[in-house]
């Protein structure tokens, strides 16, 4: 007979590897379904703000994430992408494009995917030039000329990252002037190598076989700038596709209660990939706690577990 699970959980970024720290902790069966380990904490030059450590890399602290949740006894399916969940039998199944699992209860901890810019030559240049990720990719532009595109705090993250790296770094903000923190602000603003070009819209990437140029329209005119190196990094969607069955918000971010839970009964929801106020690390690892802490209240106040 197919095994039946506790919990599962999907996703391991902050959330997703709290709450199997604290589900193993509480000695229940638990699986977690993920692409990656870290998530977009893997992603984060500097981080400065997660309590206990006044700085650390975003691969310095997904590696210690991972670390932890290893010390105990949590199975974990690595590079598995969760396409469907569903009520089976009053067990939850979360189906993937390998494998069909079933759970007594789930919390879905899947966070959230950059955006894409829809300009010509985008889906034509992906990782011939141009990708989402300055932590993973940035040391491949060192001494070339790079673009970041976006304003927002994760356009920030990107070019303070490549100011250390590139020759030149462009940051092209579709808005008058650049938004996010104020501290990042002023930092990238004495960086000598960086170029902000704010109200310009990205219209086209081009290029041969890797980016070249970059084309942008400013004041109703298309202007081109030779680059090798194009950082997309205008803001983020939950992913929460796959979650079809529970209520969500305009953004498409999961809804929950004080408690984590959704709509549907047994489904939890923590992180990012949520409605919660604010996208951190520490608030998505807080959330991750909570919902493993309910879950185990869940199943005994249903009489699953124990
Ligand atoms: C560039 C950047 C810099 C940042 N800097 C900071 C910072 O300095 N300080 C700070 O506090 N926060 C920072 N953040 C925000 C912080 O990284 C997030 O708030 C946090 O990682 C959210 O954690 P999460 O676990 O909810 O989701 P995520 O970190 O997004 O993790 C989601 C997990 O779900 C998995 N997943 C996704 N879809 C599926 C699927 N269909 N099936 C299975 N698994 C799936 C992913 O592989 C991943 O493991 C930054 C974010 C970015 C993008």
């Given at each position: 007979?197919?095994?039946?699970?506790?919990?599962?959980?999907?996703?391991?970024?902050?959330?997703?590897?709290?709450?199997?720290?604290?589900?193993?902790?509480?000695?229940?069966?638990?699986?977690?379904?993920?692409?990656?380990?870290?998530?977009?904490?893997?992603?984060?030059?500097?981080?400065e703000n997660y309590t206990g450590y006044q700085f650390v890399s975003g691969i310095e602290l997904a590696a210690?994430?991972?670390?932890?949740?290893?010390?105990?006894n949590v199975e974990v399916r690595e590079n598995e992408a969760v396409k469907e969940i569903c009520k089976e039998n009053?067990?939850?199944?979360?189906?993937?494009?390998?494998?069909s699992y079933l759970s007594r209860a789930v919390i879905i901890a899947s966070g959230k995917k950059s955006k894409t810019l829809g300009a010509t030559g985008e889906e034509e240049f992906k990782n011939k030039g141009l990708t989402y990720c300055a932590t993973c990719d940035g040391p491949l532009f060192e001494g070339k000329k790079v673009a970041v595109v976006g304003g927002g705090n994760s356009a920030l993250d990107a070019?303070?990252?490549?100011?250390?790296?590139?020759?030149?770094?462009?940051?092209?903000?579709?808005l008058d002037k650049l938004g996010g923190d104020a501290v990042m602000r002023e930092k990238l603003e004495e960086a000598k190598n960086v170029t902000i070009i704010n109200g310009a819209e990205v219209t086209k990437i081009l290029g041969q076989k890797m980016v070249g140029n970059i084309v942008y329209r400013k004041?109703?005119?298309e202007k081109e700038l030779p680059v090798q190196g194009v950082f997309v990094e205008i803001g983020l969607i939950p992913n929460s596709d796959f979650a079809t069955s529970v209520n969500k918000n305009e953004q498409g971010e999961i809804l929950v209660d004080v408690q984590?839970?959704?709509?549907?009964?047994?489904?939890?929801?923590?992180?990012?990939?949520?409605?919660?106020?604010?996208?951190q690390i520490i608030i998505a690892a807080g959330e991750g706690a909570k919902a493993a802490l309910k879950v185990f209240r869940y199943l005994a106040e249903t009489g699953e577990k124990r």
């Amino acid at each position: 007979m197919e095994k039946t699970y506790d919990l599962i959980i999907i996703g391991a970024g902050p959330a997703g590897i709290t709450a199997a720290i604290y589900a193993a902790r509480k000695k229940m069966d638990c699986l977690v379904v993920t692409l990656d380990i870290g998530g977009q904490a893997a992603w984060s030059g500097d981080i400065e703000n997660y309590t206990g450590y006044q700085f650390v890399s975003g691969i310095e602290l997904a590696a210690k994430f991972e670390e932890h949740v290893k010390k105990y006894n949590v199975e974990v399916r690595e590079n598995e992408a969760v396409k469907e969940i569903c009520k089976e039998n009053g067990n939850i199944c979360v189906k993937t494009e390998k494998n069909s699992y079933l759970s007594r209860a789930v919390i879905i901890a899947s966070g959230k995917k950059s955006k894409t810019l829809g300009a010509t030559g985008e889906e034509e240049f992906k990782n011939k030039g141009l990708t989402y990720c300055a932590t993973c990719d940035g040391p491949l532009f060192e001494g070339k000329k790079v673009a970041v595109v976006g304003g927002g705090n994760s356009a920030l993250d990107a070019a303070l990252q490549l100011v250390r790296i590139a020759k030149e770094v462009y940051v092209i903000n579709i808005l008058d002037k650049l938004g996010g923190d104020a501290v990042m602000r002023e930092k990238l603003e004495e960086a000598k190598n960086v170029t902000i070009i704010n109200g310009a819209e990205v219209t086209k990437i081009l290029g041969q076989k890797m980016v070249g140029n970059i084309v942008y329209r400013k004041d109703s005119k298309e202007k081109e700038l030779p680059v090798q190196g194009v950082f997309v990094e205008i803001g983020l969607i939950p992913n929460s596709d796959f979650a079809t069955s529970v209520n969500k918000n305009e953004q498409g971010e999961i809804l929950v209660d004080v408690q984590t839970r959704t709509n549907i009964p047994g489904i939890f929801a923590a992180g990012d990939v949520t409605s919660v106020f604010e996208k951190q690390i520490i608030i998505a690892a807080g959330e991750g706690a909570k919902a493993a802490l309910k879950v185990f209240r869940y199943l005994a106040e249903t009489g699953e577990k124990r």
